[in-house]
Structures are given as structure tokens and as C-alpha cells.
């Protein structure tokens, strides 16, 4: 029994309820297309609901996603910031996925927590609200008093959430893997790694302990700034499943009228959460990542309140120079390292079309950076940018991806309040910031020590080093793998011109040398060399008629379907 076949096998049970629902929403003919293994899923195709497969390629993916549950709703919210993979369309119906679900019996709930905390709730809180304040796909959240007064929150995961997602987990590895091995339409966009990422993201996710350390590393970061308030955790009534934090009194953030009712001018609420995030991405390097309306709370004396700290983002020093990069090379309308850039940032697929891709870049960079930096569409950038890497099948890092949604939802922020605030107007102390600091003399000084002490150990090491290859060639140890990539025959052509050119050559030497024997001053030798020359170049040229390249066998074995790729297929066709 293969690897895929074991996992299946382990969860049943859970695959059976999978490939039904895949089933009333009509995706079980594109699943029985790619991975035949999965038990039941032809016969699933039985279950489409007619009028569910009338829905838009997005909606039923977003139908599915949450009759499947936690796993399914977390990883449909981590697609709809892919447009670059699912596309636009399907992305913004993705973005509409609900996480609420039905909380867990009190009983349920106070059970978990005594065993987490090991005491009894009356030991641990002087009260304890039995009835949610919220409850979303992962954990609940309950009021609950210290004993000292001190209101606090105390958030729950549901009961069996981690066997749940762990199951789920393993069978969107196996998945994954399958996927990647026998579509190659579908291993361009690299599922494993998809997965992976999503993985350690969803772990985290149930993991309170995280949550605990995100809200003291912001509560550090913003220890300076006393308008921006963050909840304190408490960590001796924190555990893995249970999370207990001080609760925040203030106003929501509904709309533009809550906003002036609590005595907040909307602009300035605007340029503020916008200048906390900026803050946050540029400055500390890890940032908030869900900046939607329902995470703020007005708090008195003009502060403002952010809550939920699961999911946050980072931006590394690695990440973080390929960002520096691309600001310049935007800023000064560099095409080819606006090019170069991205295909760093995404590690294209070995066909990319860098001619067509340059062309299109350089399209993009006319739409949307001919004017003012300062008052460029954020959202218009962004968006096409995704189309254009999507078209070429650049798969973004999901770090990248991250980063990008919470730029628009600030922009979007401004304007679901009724106020057009440009993110671009904030973003250019930071630009000039960018541009400054690669171009300080002491970091380029800094730069140049290092390099010269790079080279200073090439030099010092490289005579070693030769004598070392030289000996292992003279023993016989040494040994060389050569791989080439014969894209649609270009290898074989090349062989085919330097064995003509070769011949042709050879006679060209013989003849002009009159090298003997000779007929009437003419190399014999000569003239055999060239006819031999042009029977050869001959023969290959017919032979090369039938001959297939790798890339050509390899399209054979697994010809590419009517659909296109599976991104492509989703959001426009039904399966």
C-alpha cells in the first residue's frame, strides 16, 4: 500500500465526508481528473446538487469550505489573498468566508479549562460568563472577572479542534504531494509548499501559547506610544487551549457615524490605524495581520484598542532587502530589475516567458508610476500586479501575499468609512527612508568591508582548494554531473550545428592545406571530409524529424488538459 493510499485509509471516514461535499458542489469530476486513488469520488459526482453546480466556480468553493469546517474556512481565507494563484474573481468571493460557528456547552467549555489551568473555575476567576461573547472556527471567547476585579477574556479553543485540524492536515499533505507528482499543470504552482505553509500557519492558529507571545511582543513594541493599547495577557492562566487577556472597554468601529458618536474625527482614525501598521511592517518588522474594522475598539482619552493577535505576519532581513530592492527599482522605473526582483521574490516556473514578462512589467509600470508616488492607487497597483503574476504562473511567497492583503485592507479601510485617504501619502516617509538608507555611504562602506572580505577568503583558500580538486582528479576520485534542461530540443540543435560546423572545418583544412592524396591540386581526404560532412548534417536533420525532445515526451505522458491550469480552471469553468 502506497504512502496516499495508507493516509486514506487512516481517515475514512473523513475522506468520505470530504469527496461528498467535493460531490453536491460538482468538483468530484475535476478530483477524479487529477488524483484517481481517492476512494468514492466517481461515484460522488451522482451527489451534484444541481443548483448548487449553478453557482460561480467561487461560490462553490466557498460553500464547500465551510460545510467542511475549521480547516477548509481558514484555508479558503489564506486562498482569497492568492489572487496570483485562484484568480481575482474567485479570491474576492474566497474573501467572504465566515468563521462563526455554534460554541461549545458550558460544560464543555469549563471542563477544558479546569484541566488546562488544573484548578476549579471558582479557584481560578470570581466569575465566569458561561454564554459566549463570540465564537469563531477555532476558539470561543467568555467574560470573566479576577478576583481582584480586574475584567479579563478568556478565549477557549473547541473541544477536538486539534485532532480535527491534524486529521485534516495530513490528508491536504497527501493531497498535495499526489497533485504535484502526476499534474504538472498543477506542480507549477508548487501545492507542497502551499501546504506547508498553511500548515504552519493553522498550528499555530491553535495554539493559544503563540497568541500569548504575539500580545507581549506588541505590547513591547508600542510600550512608547500610549494611544495604542493592546490587551495584557496573563500568563499563569494561559495554557496551550486556553488564553486569558485583560478586556478592553471601548467602542466599536462600525461605521463613519460610531466613529464621530465616540468623538473621533474619521480622517484622523484613518491616518492613525494606517501609521500603527506601517509601523509595525517597516519598523518592528512583524505586524498585525487582519486590520478589519471589527479588530479596533475606541477606547477613552483617544485611544485605540486592537485586538485578536493569532495570525500576524513578519518581514525578514532576507524579505526585507527583496522589498528595498523593488521600491527602488519602481521609484526610478527600472524595468529590468523591477523584473529581476520578482522573479527572486518568486521562483518562477522553469518555462517562464522573462521576454513577455518584462513586456508586461514594463506595461504596468507606464499604467500606474508615470505620476506622483505620492498619490498612486495602492489597490490599482496591487491588483494588477496579482493578475500579471498569475498570468505567468509566479507563485507569491505567502509571507509576501500577507503583507499585501493588510496594504489593501488599510486602503479599504478609508474608504468603507466614506474618506479617501491615500496609503501612498503615508508610505513616503518610509520610501524615502528605503531609498536614503541603500544609498548611506556608511552601509555601502559596510557592504564593500564585507565583500572585500569575501574575496580576501576566496583568494587566501582558492589555492587549497585547486590543489584539492587536482589531486582527487589524479586518484580518480573526481567526478562531474552535468544536467541539462533540453527545452523543446535546443540541446539537439545546438550538437547538430557543431558536428556540421565541425566537419564543414575539417574539409575547409584538408582542402586549402591540398593535404595528400590529391586529385588535379585537390585534398582527396578534403572532399571526403565535406561530402561526409553534408551526409551526416543530412541525416541528422531527417532523423531530428522524428525525434522528441524531453520536455515534448514528458507532454505526451501527461498531455495538458482542455481546462488549462487548475487556477485558471477553477475560476472560470466547471469542473
Do not use: C
Amino acid at each position: 500500500m502506497d504512502q496516499l493510499s495508507a493516509t486514506f485509509a487512516r481517515h475514512h471516514r473523513r475522506l468520505e465526508e470530504i469527496v461528498n461535499v467535493l460531490g453536491r458542489y460538482g468538483f468530484a469530476a475535476w478530483a477524479a481528473s487529477r488524483v484517481t486513488a481517492i476512494p468514492g469520488v466517481k461515484i460522488a459526482q451522482r451527489l451534484a446538487d444541481p443548483d448548487l453546480v449553478a453557482l460561480s466556480p467561487g461560490e462553490r468553493l466557498r460553500g464547500a469550505a465551510t460545510d467542511l469546517g475549521t480547516t477548509f474556512v481558514k484555508f479558503g481565507q489564506m486562498l482569497s489573498l492568492r489572487p496570483d494563484l485562484v484568480g481575482p474573481d474567485v479570491a474576492a468571493e474566497l474573501e467572504q468566508l465566515q468563521t462563526s460557528v455554534a460554541p461549545d456547552p458550558p460544560e464543555v467549555v469549563r471542563g477544558i479549562v479546569v484541566t488546562e489551568l488544573g484548578a476549579p473555575m471558582d479557584e481560578l476567576f470570581a466569575t465566569f460568563d458561561a454564554d459566549a461573547m463570540g465564537s469563531g472556527s477555532v476558539a470561543q471567547v467568555h467574560r470573566a472577572t479576577m478576583h481582584d476585579g480586574t475584567d479579563i477574556v478568556v478565549k477557549v479553543l473547541h473541544a477536538g479542534v486539534e485532532q480535527k485540524v491534524a486529521e485534516d492536515l495530513e490528508l491536504m499533505r497527501a493531497l498535495a504531494a499526489s497533485l504535484e507528482e502526476q499534474d504538472p499543470e498543477i506542480a507549477l504552482y508548487r501545492p507542497t509548499i502551499m501546504v506547508s505553509e498553511f500548515d504552519k500557519m493553522m498550528r499555530g492558529a491553535i495554539d493559544m501559547g503563540q497568541e500569548l507571545a504575539n500580545l507581549e511582543r506588541f505590547t513591547t513594541n508600542f510600550g512608547a506610544e500610549p494611544d495604542v493599547v493592546i490587551p495584557a495577557p496573563y500568563r499563569r492562566f494561559s495554557r496551550t487551549r486556553v488564553l486569558t487577556m485583560s478586556r478592553l472597554a471601548g467602542q466599536g468601529v462600525s461605521d463613519r457615524g460610531a466613529l464621530e458618536a465616540a468623538g473621533w474625527d474619521v480622517d484622523r482614525f484613518v491616518h492613525r490605524a494606517a501609521e500603527i501598521y506601517l509601523e509595525m511592517i517597516f519598523r518592528d518588522g512583524v505586524f498585525h495581520a487582519d486590520p478589519h474594522p471589527g479588530n479596533f475598539l475606541l477606547l477613552s482619552g483617544n485611544r485605540l484598542g486592537i485586538l485578536d493577535f493569532g495570525d500576524v505576519g513578519y518581514v525578514t532581513g532576507p524579505r526585507r532587502a527583496q522589498l528595498e530592492s523593488l521600491v527602488i527599482a519602481v521609484v526610478t522605473r527600472d524595468v529590468e530589475d523591477v523584473t529581476d526582483t520578482i522573479l527572486e521574490m518568486t521562483t518562477p516556473p522553469p518555462d517562464v516567458d522573462v521576454l513577455r514578462l518584462r513586456a508586461d512589467i514594463d506595461v504596468w509600470l507606464h499604467r500606474y508610476f508615470l505620476g506622483d508616488v505620492a498619490h498612486l492607487d495602492i489597490a490599482g497597483i496591487l491588483g494588477s500586479g496579482m493578475h500579471l503574476m498569475h498570468d505567468h504562473h509566479l507563485v507569491l511567497p505567502a509571507d509576501l501575499a500577507l503583507l499585501f492583503r493588510v496594504l489593501l485592507r488599510l486602503q479599504g479601510l478609508g474608504r468603507s468609512l466614506g474618506t479617501d485617504v491615500r496609503l501612498t501619502e503615508l508610505l513616503m516617509p518610509y520610501i524615502n527612508e528605503i531609498l536614503a538608507d541603500r544609498f548611506d555611504p556608511k552601509r555601502m562602506a559596510r557592504h564593500a568591508v564585507r565583500t572585500a572580505r569575501s574575496w580576501q577568503h576566496l583568494v587566501e583558500s582558492l589555492p587549497d582548494q585547486l590543489l584539492a580538486t587536482l589531486e582527487r582528479a589524479r586518484t580518480g576520485e573526481l567526478g562531474m554531473d552535468f544536467r541539462v534542461r533540453d527545452v523543446d530540443g535546443a540541446v539537439d540543435h545546438l550538437v547538430d550545428g557543431l558536428l556540421a560546423s565541425a566537419s564543414l572545418l575539417a574539409a575547409a583544412q584538408l582542402i586549402s592545406r591540398k593535404a595528400g592524396p590529391t586529385f588535379r591540386g585537390v585534398s582527396i581526404a578534403g572532399v571526403a571530409a565535406g561530402v561526409s560532412a553534408i551526409a551526416t548534417w543530412r541525416r541528422l536533420a531527417v532523423k531530428r524529424q522524428d525525434h522528441k525532445s524531453f520536455v515534448q515526451r514528458a507532454r505526451a505522458i501527461w498531455p495538458s488538459t482542455p481546462e488549462g491550469p487548475p487556477s485558471r480552471q477553477v475560476a472560470g469553468e466547471s469542473p
